[in-house]
Nanobody, 121 residues
């Protein structure tokens, strides 16, 4: 069994910063790609940022230059540093990790519980 636990989001003013974390625990053999997604009210879930197990990253155009994704493989933890936040960044943020469990040959996608980030203007 694998679980992802996200840190609590919060309410910040426009221009402010916030850091999210997501820790995986359980019967983990390895973790491949990791990603942060978000879903605003009335909108589809979208990919915000992703990072491979080799450290390569990619970002949605809307967050490039403002958000930074990182990972600590020793702790099975990923982070999203969000700077220069805008009201349009308001959403529920979800983490995703592609995990190979200890037993079995396949990888599976696991999701965090979601955390609310609200940016006031």
């Amino acid at each position: 069994q694998v679980q992802l636990v996200e840190s609590v989001g919060g309410l910040v003013q426009a221009g402010g910063s916030l850091r999210l974390s997501c820790a995986a625990s359980g019967s983990i053999f390895s973790i491949n790609a990791m990603g942060w997604y978000r879903q605003a009210p009335g909108k589809q879930r979208e990919l915000v940022a992703a990072i491979t197990n080799g450290g390569s990253t990619n970002y949605a155009d809307s967050v490039k230059g403002r958000f930074t994704i990182s990972r600590d493989n020793a702790k099975n933890t990923m982070y999203l540093q969000m700077n220069s936040l805008k009201p349009e960044d308001t959403a529920v943020y979800y983490c995703n990790q592609r995990v190979k469990p200890l037993f079995g040959a396949h990888e599976y996608d696991y999701w965090g519980q979601g955390t609310q980030v609200t940016v006031s203007s």
